[in-house]
T-cell receptor, first 113, second 115 residues
């Protein structure tokens, strides 16, 4: 059973519009949650990392939120650009490190002009 | 360069052949990970190296897969007698310390195609 579920699996948005990606996790106890951006043919790149006590974190036009009580996170993209077309991966770290991370399958975003 | 470097970027091989994939981590990073990414799937953990400790090999899917890290730096992932189901992108990541407290930096990956 996947410990990190992301939705929607894919979406298409018009350039300039906003969108929100969802991540639900079951990892417990929880240490931190990260969002990565993976461009086609590239490795994932870290966008945000949030610990248990953080509710929101921004990186430019990307804003991540975290509700550790409901085990949910979202990534909001504001004023989307064509370069935002990518897969966005939610990654959760548990507190008991065997140094593993739990990866979601990603939200595939396509921004069209 | 300053990032994680992987080679080759693409590898096409015939079923039954052996392949070696290389990863050069960021200088000074003690932790190194190998992952496999199949189409439409999340990253699958393969193996983890941390300093001089014994590697965590628990993610390797079969005994055809092995990896080593020489001198605490460069790592090689070897797949023997490749099968078509081995076709995937193999990603390497390095980290300056414990992954639950530090960011992983990924290479661009090696796309393996087994014919």
């Amino acid at each position: 059973k996947n410990q990190v579920e992301q939705s929607p699996q894919s979406l298409i948005i018009l350039e300039g519009k906003n969108c929100t990606l969802q991540c639900n996790y079951t990892v417990s106890p929880f240490s931190n949650l990260r969002w990565y951006k993976q461009d086609t043919g590239r490795g994932p790149v870290s966008l945000t990392i949030m610990t248990f006590s953080e509710n929101t974190k921004s990186n430019g036009r990307y804003t991540a939120t975290l509700d550790a009580d409901t085990k949910q996170s979202s990534l909001h993209i504001t004023a989307s650009q064509l370069s935002d077309s990518a897969s966005y991966i939610c990654v959760v770290s548990g507190i008991y490190g065997n140094n593993r991370l739990a990866f979601g399958k990603g939200n595939q975003v396509v921004v069209i002009p | 360069g300053a990032g994680v470097s992987q080679s080759p970027s693409n590898k096409v091989t015939e079923k039954g052949k052996d392949v070696e994939l290389r990863c050069d981590p960021i200088s000074g990073h003690t932790a190194l990970y190998w992952y496999r990414q199949s189409l439409g799937q999340g990253l699958e953990f393969l193996i983890y190296f941390q300093g001089n400790s014994a590697p965590d090999k628990s993610g390797l899917p079969s005994d055809r897969f092995s990896a080593e890290r020489t001198g605490g730096s460069v790592s090689t992932l070897t797949i023997q007698r490749t099968q078509q189901e081995d076709s995937a992108v193999y990603l390497c990541a390095s980290c300056s310390g414990a992954v639950d407290k530090n960011i992983q930096y990924f290479g661009a990956g090696t796309r393996l195609s087994v014919l």
